[in-house]
């Protein structure tokens, strides 16, 4: 009779943890297969969902404050990530966003973040918040070194905004800096007569400016974009308003040392002297290029001493682990990534 009692006890213990866990998973399935952004579900290095959502980015409609009133109302914990542009600053480089967002209260409402900024109090943090310095970028491991024939000096991608026209204000144009790109090539390819390929930017009449200097392609497959990548010496990042774009680290995990502007909301910490320059305009360009073609790096290397996926799923399970103590997966858990 005690034999039976006991095991009893084991099995009542046993369906109560599974009944936790089990609510845990049911609180996300109506979203599960939904296109969710603003929102970003995180997993364990199981795949198993884990119940905190990720805010990355402003709501637009209000479908998106609804969702997160759901997330918070079911029990649920949101926090935030910046990879969208100054997320959670407002947006003011002229483009749709400045209009189209939704005005929230997010570092007063959000307190837990995953942050990328160099300056976290310039885009609206304070002391009550609690950040967690990370990119998306960082969960990558090194690639191989491929072998390949470089047929480019420098790679730049800024896709088209209009099917016809080549406007500046664009989207894809004030993100990827365009306006600087169009300075910088002139000095690029008649100083330093360097051989420029473009994705994006068709109707700029960059080819009647340059010859055979310059390449202009359209968008590409991920995969064929990986290879003309490989095909470039160096990768080109006048970029102002981009958090941290994966091209950076896809670039130095391959070898391929960057050339970045200064002034980058998120990405300068991934350059240093053996993964490329920093420079802020077309006149220090000149200094910063030669530099780089005159200088040895290993990109690939200093990124295997650095970062790697498991490293970072590592570091963010542990910031989730401290923060949230009464959540059994997340405690459980040895990494967390994005789903």
């Known amino acids: ?53 990720a805010l990355t980015a402003f709501f637009r409609t209000d479908k998106d404050v609804q969702r997160y009133n759901d997330y918070i109302a079911n029990g649920n914990v949101v ?5 969208y542009k100054t997320f959670p600053k407002p947006i003011t480089d002229g483009t749709g966003d400045s209009e189209t967002v ?43 070194i491929p072998t390949v024939e470089k047929k480019y000096d420098f790679i730049y991608s800024c896709l ?7 406007p500046l204000n664009g989207w894809n144009a004030v993100n990827r800096n365009f306006d600087l790109a169009k300075k910088c090539f002139p000095i690029m390819i008649n100083e330093f007569n360097l ?6 930017r068709l109707h700029c009449g960059l080819e009647e400016l340059y010859g055979d200097k310059i390449e202009i392609i359209n968008m590409l497959p991920y995969h064929e974009f ?38 980058i909301v998120c990405g300068s910490k991934y350059i240093n002297d053996q993964t490329g320059e920093l420079f802020t305009d077309d006149y220090d360009i000149r200094f910063h290029l030669k530099a780089l073609l005159a200088r040895k790096m290993s990109p690939n290397a200093w990124w295997k001493q650095n970062y790697s996926r498991q490293a970072a ?8 682990a401290d923060l949230y103590p009464d959540i ?12």
């Open 195 to 200: 051989k420029i390929l473009v994705m994006g």
């Open 328 to 339: 059994p997966l997340v405690q459980t858990s040895k990494e967390v990534y994005f789903n």
């Open 226 to 263: 990986q290879e003309k990548l490989d095909q470039s010496r160096f990768l080109f990042v006048p970029n102002v308003y981009d958090a941290s774009p994966r091209v950076i680290t896809e670039a130095i995990s391959k070898d391929i040392p960057v050339l970045m502007n200064r002034n």
């Open 102 to 144: 939704i005005d929230f209260p997010y570092t007063d409402k959000i307190k837990n973040w995953v942050s990328c900024f160099k300056n976290p109090k310039e885009f609206g943090f304070t002391d009550a918040n609690t950040l967690l310095e990370m990119s998306e970028s960082d969960f990558k491991d090194a690639d191989t």
């Open 313 to 320: 799923g590592v570091k963010f399970q542990k910031f989730l």
């Open 79 to 83: 926090i935030g990530y910046t990879s």
């Open 160 to 166: 088209e905004d209009d099917a016809n026209a080549c």
């Open 1 to 53: 009779m005690i034999r039976f009692r006991l095991h009893w006890k084991i099995i009542t213990g046993i369906l109560v943890l599974l009944v936790l866990v089990l609510v845990q998973y049911i609180k996300f399935e109506k979203y599960e297969e939904e296109p969710i952004f603003p929102f970003r579900l995180l997993c364990n290095e199981k795949r198993e969902i884990i119940p905190v959502v």
